[in-house]
């Protein structure tokens, strides 16, 4: 009996002490900016596995009408609310251009009528949230791909990023995203001007949104200003490619 | 007067089944914990493709787990997920890598999967008595699995390990596009989130009663099998008297 207690009594202090080294020692961990950097090699390892299983592109999923969301969520920035965005707002978004610059051969400025009038899909598409939730909505926007073969890349070109005209929760930092290439000529991947039949509302990205469908939510860049064809992602904000990449998340949100 | 049974010693975990163990316990402990903090980002659970405020949920658990027992304590999603998917990796590589070598060595042929004779009603519910007694086997039968243990393996190697990573795969949207089929057999990526939480319930469930067997099994004994492989035969009835 004596032993039978000295043996408890060793595994619930062993199994105290590892317990609370494996949460006091995961919290250090988490905050070091090495530890974080080994862990994000599985997003490498994520992206490099789910890009070579991508054979062909396939596309994203495709729903029904009946399967739209009643209420589409709106999250992150739901109005830029600056003096320059109200404005645009209030001329009916007629003063409003996209900028597609950076490493092109012909730079362009577009208004929505000129997006409009570009190639165009409509896709019902599924919307998941990083934090858990989806939303199904119908999109109608520009096709990236040809409007890229349009304004010409560069042999060195990478990158789109997109610069928006919101400051998320009103920081000093603008909101911006990006992806590369082989996203930016998935059939898919389009610059949306219109949800469920109707032109975007404020909190969906008015006057046009990227729509990007095979990764998440924070991805899908609103309020879009300017995309700028570019060959590296550490000059913009702190490096990381997007607004909340900058902050911990994955750049590559394919999961 | 009681004649003292010659100590029996037997080599019960090969090297590769103590490794996996191990990591696969130290995975599965730090995925349960970052699990729970994404979970908290959205403490709601949907059938179906969608899912989202405006939606009914069958589940809600109000302002989510405590931080005692997410990964990290504070609220951090991206980093959350930073240890989810790199654990995921590890659990993955570990358990194709068991598999891979049980099937090569006969582990699962040999120890794990239940004998014909074993499944009848009979045999099945002799164990279920033996197991509501909380008695320790002894003896010979100590040597190999038990018919309800062998099926509690069968159930957390073959279905639910598969069905957590299957499900975590449908919630990818990336993924869905490689793979869509697995959302019509899961119903969906909400479907498939509150299977992934199911099963991660499963799974806590199988390591309590994991926990508790052991302790009955003899701790000591039991834990030093898994780290050195050596077993001490609990003395009891000698062979033909034991329980299948």
Not at chain 1, 77 to 92: C, R, S
Request: glycine share 10%; net charge positive.
């Amino acid at each position: 009996m004596k032993d039978f207690l000295t043996r408890r009594k060793l595994l619930t202090t062993g199994a105290i002490t590892l317990g609370g080294l494996a949460l006091s020692g995961c919290d250090p961990l988490s905050r070091s900016p090495d530890f974080r950097s080994f862990l994000k090699n599985g997003e490498g390892l994520t992206m490099a596995a789910q890009r070579t299983l991508m054979v062909g592109q396939p596309l994203a999923r495709e729903f029904s009408e009946r399967d739209i969301s009643r209420v589409f969520k709106a999250n992150g920035t739901k109005d830029p609310n600056t003096a320059e965005y109200k404005a645009l707002v209030g001329g009916g978004f007629s003063a409003w251009r996209l900028r597609v610059d950076g490493l092109v051969e012909r730079p362009q400025s577009l208004s929505l009528a000129d997006l409009r009038a570009l190639p165009s899909r409509t896709q019902i598409t599924r919307h998941d949230c990083v934090e858990g939730w989806s939303a199904i909505g119908k999109w109608q926007g520009a096709q990236l791909g040809p409007l890229l073969q349009t304004v010409g890349l560069k042999p060195n070109a990478r990158f789109a990023v997109m610069h928006c005209a919101d400051n998320y929760g009103g920081g000093a930092d603008m909101y911006y995203e990006s992806i590369d290439l082989i996203d930016g000529f998935h059939p898919q991947t389009i610059l949306a001007y219109s949800l469920n039949g109707r032109p975007l509302e404020i909190s969906h990205g008015a006057p046009l949104r990227l729509r990007v469908e095979r990764q998440l939510g924070y991805k899908q860049a609103k309020y879009l200003m300017r995309i700028e064809i570019v060959e590296r992602l550490d000059g913009f904000g702190r490096g990381k490619g997007g607004y909340w990449e900058d902050r911990g998340y994955e750049w590559y949100a394919g999961i | 007067m009681i004649t003292q049974q010659p100590r029996e010693v037997i080599y019960r975990h090969t090297r590769i089944v103590r490794i996996a163990h191990w990591i696969n316990a130290l995975c599965f402990l730090l995925l349960l914990m970052s699990g729970l903090q994404i979970f908290n980002a959205h403490p709601h659970l949907y059938w179906g493709q969608a899912g989202a405020n405006f939606d009914t949920p069958w589940l809600t658990i109000p302002g989510g787990f405590p931080g005692l027992l997410t990964l990290p304590s504070y609220h951090d999603l991206a980093t959350g997920r930073n240890w989810h998917f790199f654990l995921a990796w590890c659990l993955v590589i570990n358990g194709i890598t068991y598999v891979v070598f049980s099937l090569i060595n006969r582990h699962f042929a040999r120890d794990i999967l239940p004998k014909r004779q074993e499944l009848t009603p009979g045999h099945l519910w002799e164990e279920v008595v033996h197991h509501a007694q909380f008695k320790r086997i002894t003896g010979p039968a100590a040597k190999r699995y038990n018919t309800l243990q062998k099926l509690a393996y069968v159930t957390v190697i073959f279905v639910l390990f598969p069905l957590i990573v299957l499900t975590g795969l449908t919630m990818s949207p990336g993924f869905n596009a490689i793979a869509p089929f697995l959302l019509d057999i899961f119903g969906g990526r909400q479907s498939a989130r509150s299977l992934h939480f199911i099963a991660a319930n499963l799974l806590v469930a199988f390591l309590i009663i994991h926990l508790v067997e052991v302790v009955i099994a003899g701790a000591w004994n039991e834990i030093r099998s898994m780290i050195t492989g050596r077993f001490v035969v609990p003395p009891g009835p000698i062979a033909g008297e034991d329980v299948q």
